[in-house]
């Protein structure tokens, strides 16, 4: 595939194991709190639900509502602010990412979600060690036109999430590459099973 040699890659589920990381906040608060683990996990989805449109989920304010003594939210928020011990990436993004390096290519990241919340993500894996900071877009709209507009056109944009593949490739100014982890039955022309696919693809000589 003969493309622009700048990729942007979408953060949770495609990069970063973001169900996982749940599950790392779950223990955290049961940790802390009297709060039983069902009963957390009850809030956080029913906190995600109630925000399902246009806002996203905010762990202060999250934290806000669920936790009443101020010590301890303190050190909930400082633990998740500096244990990367919470943070994980997905086995096959730093070996892959260092090829595409290898290959020429920029990277970045288009994601969405509350930017503070996101660049805890950066900061605390080692993605930061790939990622060219010019080229960082993260937004609590990704598919907006007027953040389309922001990004590079021509260039590579990986995401696990059909409905944003579908925009992208309406758009028509970027290359959509859908990212396929769970095997989910969805038709799409350029799709990978995993980032080692995208390096095979974009190795190729045009
Ligand atoms: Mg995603």
Avoid: H
Avoid at 159 to 182: A, Q, S
Avoid at 185 to 198: A, D, F, N, S, V
């Amino acid at each position: 595939m003969c493309v622009m040699k700048i990729i942007l890659f979408d953060l949770d589920r495609t990069l970063f194991d973001t169900d996982w990381y749940y599950e790392q906040i779950v223990d955290l608060i049961e940790g802390n709190t009297e709060l039983s683990e069902e009963a957390i996990r009850s809030f956080i989805l029913e906190y995600r639900a109630n925000n399902r449109y246009g806002k996203w989920f905010n762990f202060l304010k999250f934290i806000d509502d669920v936790v009443e003594n101020d010590t301890t939210k303190k050190e909930i928020v400082d633990t998740l602010k500096t244990d990367v011990s919470m943070y994980r990436l997905f086995e096959d993004v730093e070996l892959n990412l260092e090829q595409l390096q290898g290959l020429g290519y920029k990277m970045g990241v288009y994601s969405e979600g509350v930017p503070w919340f996101q660049e805890l993500k950066l900061q605390n894996t080692c993605l930061l060690d790939f990622l060219d900071t010019e080229l960082v877009f993260i937004t609590e709209m990704k598919r907006a036109i007027e953040f389309l507009d922001t990004l590079p056109e021509s260039c590579v944009i990986v995401d696990d999430t059909p409905e944003v593949i579908e925009v992208l490739e309406k758009d028509g100014r970027f290359v959509p590459v859908w990212l396929n982890r769970k095997g989910v039955e969805w038709k799409y022309g350029r799709e990978i099973g995993g980032l080692g696919e995208l390096v095979d693809i974009l190795a190729k000589p045009c």
